[in-house]
């Protein structure tokens, strides 16, 4: 019975924890139990509406430049800031700094649209860029499904 009860307490803590780490639809979602922060998110519809539309958004392409000569989404600005935890690599989205002034939002594309995404988030933060106007590509680039609106 101990053996049972162990086994199903890890399988319980293996879901929460995979469960944890996935992307939720929606508006927000929590990202860092400790710190219990939300972000904003843009689907991969809602974001090809916008470029269809002609929307005035700002697509931040964060991946390395590997993946963005690869694929990346047409009119994405490059940074190759991914997946910004340095200061090096944060140095790179300041460059872009003045081209993100405004009060349009700001669509954050990462590779799988997690950690750099969030992390990219909070610097721009310290950087004067209102959080409402900041967003993340839900799921990011390696799940875009439109593969007219991708430059390769």
Not at 30 to 49: G, M, P, V
Request: glycine share 6%.
């Amino acid at each position: 019975m101990k053996k049972l009860t162990f086994i199903s307490a890890l399988v319980v803590s293996l879901i929460l924890v995979f469960t944890g780490c996935s992307s939720n639809s929606g508006e927000s979602q929590a990202t860092d139990s400790s710190a219990e922060r939300t972000f904003n998110y843009y689907t991969a519809e809602q974001t090809k509406d916008a470029i269809e539309n002609a929307e005035d958004v700002i697509l931040l392409d964060i991946q390395v430049e590997e993946e963005w000569e690869a694929h990346h989404i047409k009119g994405a600005i490059p940074t190759h800031a991914y997946p910004v935890k340095t200061d090096e690599e944060k140095a790179k989205l300041d460059v872009v700094i003045d081209d993100l002034q405004g009060d349009q939002p700001i669509i954050v594309i990462c590779p799988g649209g997690a950690g750099g995404a969030t992390r990219t988030i909070e610097y721009l933060e310290t950087k004067g860029i209102a959080p409402e106007r900041l967003f993340i590509l839900e799921n990011g680039q390696s799940k875009w499904p439109y593969e007219d609106l991708l430059e390769k």
